[in-house]
């Protein structure tokens, strides 16, 4: 699926490059090969790693700031999350007001989860528990 989805993009992004700007072809192949690069990949660990679950999880708690996100979801999941990661998955979880940013004093700035994020999360977690009840079932059979 992430390979169907790449290659769309990249013929997408060729063409509106080739329609609007002059280039040789060379960068062509380059920028193809940058934006192939960088496509998200999933995680090896499974779904119970993916960053926005696992601070929508942490701000279900109560609001936080980043540091004490990353430090709560070290603690309950043993997942350490990187800056990078946890802040990209922030501003992501904002755009799609999941999370909202709270007044700051400081310089740390709390976030907390707003109703659509603890219903998307509740749901997100309620297919997880199938999924793994499921799963389980199928096991024990064997």
Do not use: C
Not at 31 to 45: D, E, G, H, P
Request: no cysteine; glycine share 10%.
């Amino acid at each position: 699926m992430v390979g169907l989805f790449a290659r769309a993009l990249e013929r997408r992004v060729g063409r509106l490059l080739r329609q609007h700007i002059s280039f040789p072809l060379p960068m062509y192949f380059e920028l193809r090969y940058i934006v192939s690069r960088n496509m998200a990949r999933k995680t090896a660990s499974g779904p119970a790693t993916d960053p926005e679950l696992l601070i929508l999880s942490s701000l279900a708690g109560g609001p936080k700031h980043g540091y004490a996100v990353m430090q709560d979801v070290s603690t309950f999941a043993g997942v350490q999350l990187g800056p990078g990661t946890l802040y990209t998955a922030i501003t992501r979880l904002v755009d799609e007001n999941w999370v909202e940013p709270m007044e700051t004093s400081g310089r740390q700035r709390p976030y907390r989860i707003t109703s659509a994020g603890l219903g998307y999360l509740r749901v997100q977690l309620e297919k997880m528990r199938r999924l793994s009840s499921f799963g389980l079932r199928r096991i024990r059979a064997v």
